[in-house]
T-cell receptor, first 113, second 112 residues
Framework: GQQLNQSPQSMFIQEGEDVSMNCTSS?????WLWYKQDPGEGPVLLIA?????ELTSNGRLTAQFGITRKDSFLNISASIPSDVGIYFC?????????????FGKGTKLTVNP | NAGVTQTPKFRVLKTGQSMTLLCAQD?????MYWYRQDPGMGLRLIHY???????AKGEVPDGYNVSRLKKQNFLLGLESAAPSQTSVYFC???????????FGQGTRLTVV
């Protein structure tokens, strides 16, 4: 089953507000990734985090790799209507000499103009 | 540069029918993945491959088979489709583990 707990499930905000979402797990991950999915499209990578404690920004987006390697958060500042979509956290889980990429259930973001 | 291409984009199957979904990538990636996406469930890993000729089970492998005979192609097969396999299927590929995975546009499959 799912090994990543992503919250919140959905958010309804006003344009201009900041947004925060997070993922936690009981497992240790080697890499954390944040993706965005627009309707009818495949997910597109927003930010990749490779080291525990790493804090990375991409425009108005900021994400951090938790120091325990079991959690990550994504912040979006000054939201705009085009931020609408589903945001997924994903992690690379060590698996018998290789790694598999697993996803959280997603946070659906709605931005009201 | 097409990236990751999935065929078909839409398909309706009758219960018990079989079909194969094709994923092709032109980026010389080693890793390829098949996911299914269902409302409220996010993306669940079905099978993945770490290189040509290798496959491994993901979170929800039952009812599916895969093959990676060529590095650029990853096939997902349904031998006997069931209504529970109605979903949107996404293929992804990455150069190595711990790097960005690129996704296809998805295949919407309905089993009636």
């Amino acid at each position: 089953g799912q090994q990543l707990n992503q919250s919140p499930q959905s958010m309804f905000i006003q344009e201009g507000e900041d947004v925060s979402m997070n993922c936690t797990s009981s497992s240790i991950f080697n890499t954390w990734l944040w993706y965005k999915q627009d309707p009818g499209e495949g997910p597109v990578l927003l930010i990749a985090l490779y080291k525990a404690g790493e804090l990375t920004s991409n425009g108005r987006l900021t994400a951090q790799f938790g120091i325990t390697r079991k959690d990550s958060f994504l912040n979006i500042s000054a939201s705009i209507p085009s931020d609408v979509g589903i945001y997924f956290c994903a992690g690379l889980l060590p698996q018998g000499g290789s790694e598999k990429l697993v996803f959280g259930k997603g946070t659906k973001l709605t931005v009201n103009p | 540069n097409a990236g990751v291409t999935q065929t078909p984009k839409f398909r309706v199957l009758k219960t018990g029918q079989s079909m194969t979904l094709l994923c092709a990538q032109d980026m010389n990636h080693e890793y390829m993945y098949w996911y299914r996406q269902d409302p409220g469930m996010g993306l669940r890993l079905i099978h993945y491959s770490v290189g040509e000729g290798t496959t491994a089970k993901g979170e929800v492998p039952d009812g599916y088979n895969v093959s990676r005979l060529k590095k650029q192609n990853f096939l997902l097969g349904l031998e006997s489709a069931a209504p529970s396999q109605t979903s949107v299927y996404f293929c992804a590929s990455s150069y190595m583990t711990a790097t960005e995975a690129f996704f296809g546009q998805g295949t919407r499959l309905t089993v009636v």
